[in-house]
């Protein structure tokens, strides 16, 4: 009996290394962006970095953290420390500047950020897929899908 279930059929379509690919270019671009963004507008980033009564300067340590560990992400190079990374500044970000939870904006944030750190974990455990450096560098001829993973699809011939 064949599984019609519709993850069943993505699977067959989609390969779990073509779409941890995509994910982890999902939740690497951002990372990426706002580095640079935090770069490019470092004065005003010092003055909000200030705001939860961490020092300005601080922002030169965030920007190269973000963007480094998000094209680690988005690359798959030394993805899971930099999954690990990205997860909790996301934690750590959103508690310091987006605890507000009764400004209705805040609260998107607050949601988001929490959202990429689940997703962040996720990648964590499944690790970068096929398509990544660190894929490649240790052979590019098998996954480096977390084991469950393998078992699940295993399971499924």
């Not at 980033?45 to 988005?74: N, T």
């Not at 420390?81 to 750590?92: M, Q, S, T």
């Not at 507000?100 to 964590?124: H, P, Q, R, Y």
């Not at 990544?132 to 699940?152: C, H, K």
Request: with cysteine.
């Amino acid at each position: 009996m064949t599984d019609r279930s519709i993850p069943a059929r993505v699977l067959r379509i989609f390969p779990s290394d073509l779409l941890l690919l995509v994910a982890r270019l999902f939740l690497g671009a951002p990372f990426i962006t706002f580095g640079v963004m935090k770069f490019l507008h470092h004065a005003s980033m010092a003055s909000y970095v200030e705001r939860a009564g961490v020092p300005g300067w601080f922002v030169w340590v965030v920007i190269p953290y973000q963007a480094l560990a998000g094209l680690g992400v988005a690359v798959g190079f030394q993805t899971r420390l930099c999954a690990f990374l990205l997860g909790g500044f996301c934690v750590v970000a959103t508690l310091l500047y987006h605890s507000n939870i009764a400004d209705l904006g805040e609260l998107s944030n607050f949601t988001k950020d929490f959202a990429t750190a689940g997703g962040f974990v996720c990648l964590w455990l499944c690790g970068p897929g096929r398509f990544s450096l660190d894929g490649w560098r240790s052979g590019a001829g098998r996954s480096s899908t977390m084991p469950l993973l393998a078992q699940t699809e295993a399971g499924r011939s």
